[in-house]
């Protein structure tokens, strides 16, 4: 398998812009999670999924951003729109049964 | 509210010494304490892991050591290499293992 997958690895935009953040799980694994890096807060929990529902979304920073998993494989993460406090490297992850997350290499964006 | 507290934030060993990172937790609901490493532009892997039922977990040159009642646990490397160099996390997850709270990282450095 080659892991979890995220797309792009790398995302500039302009503030108001909507981003969109991709996550291909690895296979056969019934938990996904959205994470993000800051060197201020370092890594936090935004929202994670089982069998594709949303679990807890408490971590969520506000309404401009939201997160869907349509299928087992495929997540996304929206932003809109966008601005500069924003920018992070945002990280994808999935689990069996809630077990060891395998993270994917993150996605980093930057909005300007 | 910081629930994982890490340190140091940074760490510079020379090769073949000992490397110890500390972790304190304030929620003793935490009941699984694993350890990541994250190289640069990748995603956090698992690294070793223990539950509260037992004071050290031992892996090849990695170490835990768990204290209960202090609610502080440490990673140790031994003979540390400069391929350890690497950003290190501890974390805690909640009764049902899937909301990883994470502390904020040590950036280990070990010279050759």
């Known amino acids: 398998d080659a892991g979890v997958i995220q797309s792009p690895r790398h995302e500039v935009t302009e503030m108001g812009q909507e981003v969109t953040l991709r996550c291909k799980p690895i296979?056969?694994?019934?938990?996904l999670f959205w994470y993000r890096q800051t060197m201020m807060r370092g890594l936090e929990l935004l929202i994670y999924?089982?069998?594709?529902?949303?679990?807890?979304d408490s971590g969520m920073p506000e309404d401009r951003f939201s997160a869907k998993m349509p299928n087992a494989s495929f997540s996304t993460l929206k932003i809109q729109p966008s601005e500069p406090r924003d920018s992070a490297v945002y990280f994808c992850?999935?689990?069996?049964?809630?077990?060891?997350?395998?993270f994917g290499q993150g996605t980093r964006l930057t909005v300007v | 509210q910081q629930q994982v507290k890490q340190s140091p934030q940074s760490l510079i060993v020379q090769k073949g010494g000992i490397s110890i990172i500390n972790c304190a937790y304030e929620?003793?609901?935490?009941?699984?304490f694993p350890w990541y490493q994250q190289f640069p532009g990748k995603g956090p892997a698992l690294l070793i892991a223990?539950?509260?039922?037992?004071s050290e977990k031992k892996e090849g040159r990695f170490t835990i050591s768990f204290n209960k009642s202090a609610k502080q646990f440490s990673l140790h490397i031994m003979d540390s290499q400069p391929g350890d160099s690497a950003t290190y996390f501890c974390?805690?997850?909640?009764?049902?293992?899937?909301?990883?709270?994470f502390g904020k990282g040590t950036l280990l450095t070990v010279n050759p």
């Open positions: 992850a999935s689990s069996l049964l809630g077990a060891q997350a395998f």
């Open positions: 296979s056969g694994h019934d938990y």
């Open positions: 974390a805690a997850t909640s009764p049902n293992r899937y909301k990883l709270t």
């Open positions: 223990i539950r509260p039922d037992v």
């Open positions: 999924f089982n069998n594709n529902v949303p679990i807890d």
């Open positions: 929620n003793t609901a935490f009941d699984y």
